[in-house]
């Protein structure tokens, strides 16, 4: 009986070992047969995992034409330890490098890493790689892997399209998309949607012979992954527009930005000095950036957001608006042009007086303006001037100054419109007054403005009372972006609107209208003259418009620096640009001709 016991356990103990082995066995062959992923770290060191570059999204303007595409370009990476027999010489002949430079970039990849690949030489052209290629051979441990850079058919919208440059250590560790080498966003569109433009990195597995030459892909290519181009951009620029706007203000310090007023579309958008966008793609980048950096007239500031500007008269209607919505003026109502010694305030054109509101837009007359601010400031349904600004401010803020527009650019500035509170600490509570800050009352002192706001003012006057944030791209692919339907609408009545549209509609075609001279006969347009004295002493130049009147298709406000009154070159050079885009062509050739011709860099 206890044999028969013992045979048992003998036979189920033999029975586990079996079915363990049978285990084993068929993991064995799992790993051996069915599952590589053990085969490939084995053979690490006969394959070479090359990542597939996605290329990034196109960029279009709002009628196809292309603004930016990608061209192939190649990586010369290098595994320091398969480094073997290298022909030093040839290598940095083929490069057109120096022994030193050879040293120095050797002992760059090997402090990364000695056994992962990384980049020795970056961004060889296609002429360059024809010439290795044929050789790579030779220089074991060096491969070639392809990557694509940007290139701006024509050449414009620098400031708007932005560039990529190469990621920072900071942003890998922020972002593990990123790996050293990759490129990313640095400014402008290819900032703000970098991740729609980016697509999605792929890998491929190569077999490598010792000789280092690529012998085919690993398992048929059953393990690669393929890369996804990025996504395209389609704007709402107008490349002709851009063009003839960058054209423009050749040879000015300043900018000029256009929008369509029933979406928010940006047409055009430009600083000026600019720059050639594709100065900053390639293998020179860094040299010119630098370059660029140490230009006195500042070609890599984006004045169109980052600059700030005094709004001189342009701002007027802005207080005829609170005025007529607070009920302290009506549109009949009339202040005297008070002269030298009356006034706090000067007036600098000569015309009827006492003034309505209308002709005080159309010739720009100061002393109104003082006085329609004074009334906002003392008006008595408030118990005190803190109140009574608070209320002017809050307007103002409701048509879009003070505060930043939530457009798709990034480092977009909010200008600068001083809360009630920085006065109380200036001049102390209840120590100051209406005549205290009437330099607000014209567009000076304090306040500050972007050329953005500017416009985008000038195109809630045309919409009568509203207007959607300024945006640069329309759609990413087929899927249209959120802000045509985010609809501000300030605290301003519409019929108080109406009164403001036809004050600016007088300034191009009213007998005294300061921008008369740029009219044209077969389009009404509105607009605003501006001149405002920076702190070098020297005047600003800015106009803002609309055109049509009846069926607003454009808002453009025009910035020249330091270059004298509003009417003699911002309005001529606004009033071109509507005639572009409405008409597609300008048969004013003369006032282009001194548009163009003109140097006022060295004012």
Same mark, same amino acid.
Not at 31 to 54: C, E, G, H, M
Not at 179 to 197: F, N, P, T, V
Not at 583 to 598: G, L, P, Q
């Given at each position: 009986? %206890? ?10 103990i033999?029975?586990?070992f ?14 051996q047969?069915?599952? !590589? ?23 279009? *303007? ?39 430079g ?18 020795f ?5 296609? &002429? ?15 491969? =070639? ?24 250590? %900071? ?29 999605i ?26 890369? +996804? ?9 107008d ?39 594709n100065?900053?793609?390639?293998r ?14 500042k070609?890599?500031?984006?004045? %169109? ?52 509101v ?9 002393p ?22 608070? =209320? ?8 879009? /100054? ?20 920085? /006065? *109380?600490?200036?001049? #102390? ?29 000038a ?6 009372g ?9 759609? +990413?692919?087929?899927e249209?972006? !959120? /802000? ?10 519409? &019929?108080?609107?109406? =009164? ?20 044209? *006969? ?7 003259? #501006? ?5 070098? #002493?020297?005047?600003?130049?800015? /106009?803002? %418009?609309?055109?049509?009147? &009846? ?34 062509? =300008? ?17």
């Amino acid at each position: 009986m %206890a044999s028969r016991i013992y045979a048992d356990r003998k036979i189920v103990i033999i029975s586990i070992f079996l079915f363990i082995g049978f285990i084993y066995i068929v993991r064995l062959f799992y790993i051996q047969v069915i599952d !590589k992923s053990y085969t490939l770290s084995a053979n690490n060191n006969v394959l070479r995992y090359v990542t597939q570059f996605p290329a990034r999204g196109l960029i279009y *303007d709002r009628n196809g034409k292309l603004l930016l595409y990608n061209e192939a370009v190649y990586d010369l990476m290098v595994i320091p330890r398969q480094v073997k027999d290298l022909d030093t010489a040839e290598l940095c002949r083929l490069l057109e490098i120096t022994p030193e430079g050879f040293i120095e970039r050797m002992k760059r990849a090997r402090d990364y890493s000695p056994i992962l690949a990384s980049a020795f030489e970056k961004q060889i052209s296609k &002429e360059t790689y024809g010439y290795i290629e044929e050789k790579l051979y030779r220089f074991r441990g060096f491969f =070639v892997q392809p990557r694509t850079l940007r290139k701006y058919p024509m050449s414009i919208g620098a400031h708007l399209l932005g560039y990529i440059g190469e990621v920072t250590p %900071a942003q890998i560790e922020k972002n593990t998309y990123y790996k050293q080498g990759d490129y990313i966003g640095i400014s402008g569109i290819e900032r703000a949607y970098e991740k729609q433009l980016r697509g999605i990195k792929g890998m491929k597995i190569r077999m490598v012979d010792v000789m280092n030459r690529d012998v085919g892909s690993f398992e048929n290519g059953r393990y690669d992954t393929a890369a +996804v181009m990025g996504g395209d951009l389609y704007t709402g620029i107008d490349a002709e527009l851009q063009q003839y706007g960058e054209k423009l203000m050749n040879n000015k310090r300043g900018s000029i930005v256009a929008i369509d007023p029933k979406t928010g579309e940006i047409l055009c958008f430009l600083s000026s000095p600019g720059y050639d966008p594709n100065l900053l793609v390639g293998r020179v980048r860094s040299k010119n950036f630098g370059e660029l950096n140490k230009d006195p007239v500042k070609p890599l500031l984006n004045r %169109a957001i980052m600059g700030q500007y005094p709004p001189g008269s342009t701002l007027k209607m802005a207080n005829d608006l609170v005025g007529l919505q607070m009920g302290v003026i009506t549109k009949d109502t009339r202040f005297s042009c008070q002269g030298p010694g009356s006034s706090p305030i000067k007036c600098t054109h000569n015309h009827v007086s006492p003034l309505d509101v209308y002709m005080a837009i159309q010739q720009s007359c100061n002393p109104f303006h003082w006085q329609v601010f004074r009334a906002i400031l003392n008006d008595p349904n408030y118990a005190t001037v803190k109140e009574r600004y608070d =209320v002017w401010r809050n307007h103002l803020m409701s048509m879009g /100054f003070g505060r930043t527009l939530n457009t798709d650019l990034a480092f977009e500035l909010k200008g600068n419109l001083p809360s009630s509170d920085v /006065f *109380d600490k200036i001049y #102390g509570k209840g120590h100051w007054n209406a005549m205290t800050v009437r330099s607000l009352s014209i567009g000076q002192g304090e306040v500050l403005t972007t050329p953005l706001q500017l416009v985008n003012y000038a195109a809630m006057v045309a919409n009568r009372g509203f207007f959607y944030p300024p945006h640069v791209v329309r759609s +990413v692919g087929t899927e249209k972006t !959120k /802000f045509a339907t985010q609809k501000n609408v300030s605290t301003i009545n519409p &019929e108080y609107l109406d =009164v403001i549209v036809q004050g600016m509609t007088e300034v191009f075609s009213g007998a005294h209208g300061t921008a008369r001279a740029y009219k044209i *006969d077969s389009l009404t347009m509105a607009g605003k003259t #501006g001149t405002a004295q920076t702190s070098s #002493g020297k005047d600003n130049s800015n /106009f803002i %418009a609309f055109a049509p009147v &009846e069926n607003p298709q454009i808002a453009i406000c025009v910035i020249v620096e330091e270059a004298g009154f509003g009417a003699t070159w911002a309005a001529p050079i606004a009033s071109l640009m509507i005639e572009k885009y409405i008409f597609r062509t =300008v048969k004013r050739k003369e006032i282009e001709d001194r548009m163009i011709n003109a140097n006022l860099l060295n004012n």
